[in-house]
């Protein structure tokens, strides 16, 4: 996954222009557009292969700029948010401590408040789009339901109205999605390039791993001869990862995420935001520990093809090593090496990821930990644009 940046970010009937002079913004149908930007407003018609574009008067051409508005579980269920244990559904198991992120309003640090609010706050606005399709549903319904048969007249006053309706209702689609996002411009110096790449590389490293999961409890084996000689048994399910952006936030750029049941960790350059149904939280690499270790695993499944085996137990063994001869189907299990990756935060985060490919976990956590000591760059300080 290479750095690319996108000059435009549609939100919505608006579009928003990156360009050396700073950020402008239009809004329009294709073949005419009026807009303001850092030269001041103007309007651009097009048809015909030909294209007109002239400025507008302003008063105040050099303020132009963009407003800026205020039962029991499976075992792959995500715990509730909250709980501390979990049954481990065994008598030779303790129950499993979860692994789980604090509730997402407690995620976000101090120095991302701003953002935060700004965000939160037009991602709650009530979407109004739908509202005409349900009126003219309701009437669909009324006239064909209608003692003696629909009234013709009525069918046809209805089927103007639904055309009508259609075509409102996408304005309202894109009025909604303008007043609900949030947009973002990144602008990178060759520095702050290099330094993102890096993320990026590693990231696209943890994606060809064959197997990736995500722990959600741990617990203390009270008997190992029963647990194939392990200490410590871990509840997992595969783990989702790939690349785009949070809802609501329109950014130049697309980036890495993590799904963590339902939070998604999405990996900005400045920071990294956590987004929750209809809530995000944003904190600052410097504020965020990653780290990443090599483990060993008692594998009852198949051991992925990029993963080593460095050893073998039996699914009932004594304490010197050798087969509990007591259980006729005892058979040998594999120990697979993999890599751990855990994120924590003093505000909350505490997720903890397992990979199958031995050294990507180690240089995704030290490329996130390179961009936290980049700290305050050139690549911050002209990073957002917000409609």
Same mark, same amino acid.
């Given at each position: 996954m290479g750095l690319s940046f996108r000059k435009s970010v549609k939100a919505g009937p608006f579009r928003f222009n990156l360009s050396s002079s700073g950020v402008g913004v239009s809004v329009g149908a294709p073949g005419f *557009? @009026? $807009?303001t930007g850092p030269r001041g407003n103007y309007i651009s018609m097009s048809g015909g292969g030909f294209t007109y574009r002239t400025s507008l008067s302003a008063r105040n051409p050099r303020s132009a700029s963009i407003p800026r508005p205020t039962p029991r579980m499976s075992e792959d269920a995500e715990p509730r948010q909250g709980q501390r244990f979990i049954p481990s559904g065994s008598t030779t198991v303790a129950p499993l401590e979860v692994i789980q992120s604090a509730d997402i309003r407690r995620l976000s640090d101090t120095d991302s408040a701003d953002l935060v609010e700004e965000i939160n706050s037009k991602r709650r606005k009530f979407a109004v789009w739908y509202w005409p399709l349900l009126l003219l549903a309701a009437l669909w319904l009324k006239v064909l339901q209608a003692d003696g048969g629909p009234n013709p007249v009525l069918v046809g006053v209805l089927a103007v109205m639904s055309v009508v309706g259609a075509i409102a209702c996408f304005w309202l689609y894109m009025w909604d999605e303008a007043r609900r996002s949030t947009v973002l411009f990144y602008d990178f110096d060759d520095r702050a390039v290099q330094t993102y790449e890096q993320v990026l590389s590693a990231f696209e490293e943890l994606r060809t791993c064959r197997a990736s999961w995500r722990i959600l409890a741990s617990g203390r084996v009270l008997d190992g001869r029963y647990n194939a000689g392990a200490a410590e048994t871990l509840r997992r399910k595969t783990a989702s990862l790939g690349t785009g952006g949070v809802k609501h936030v329109k950014c130049n750029i697309d980036v890495p995420w993590l799904a963590? $049941? +339902?939070? +998604?960790? &999405?990996?900005y350059p400045d920071r990294i935001f956590v987004a929750s149904g209809n809530r995000v939280a944003v904190c600052t690499y410097e504020s965020l520990d990653v780290a990443a270790r090599l483990t060993r695993f008692i594998e009852s499944d198949s051991v992925p093809g990029d993963s080593h085996v460095v050893g073998h137990t039996w699914r009932f063994v004594n304490k010197n090593g050798t087969p509990d001869r007591r259980f006729k189907s005892n058979r040998q299990i594999p120990i697979a090496q993999y890599e751990e990756l855990q994120l924590s935060s003093a505000q909350? @985060?505490?997720e903890l990821y397992q990979f199958s490919k031995v050294g990507t976990a180690k240089g995704f956590a030290s490329a996130l930990s390179q961009? $936290? *000591? &980049? $700290? *305050? +760059?050139?690549?911050r300080e002209r990073t957002t644009a917000r409609n």
């Open positions: *557009r @009026i $807009g963590a $049941g +339902s939070n +998604s960790f &999405y990996f909350g @985060i505490q961009l $936290g *000591r &980049y $700290g *305050r +760059s050139p690549m």
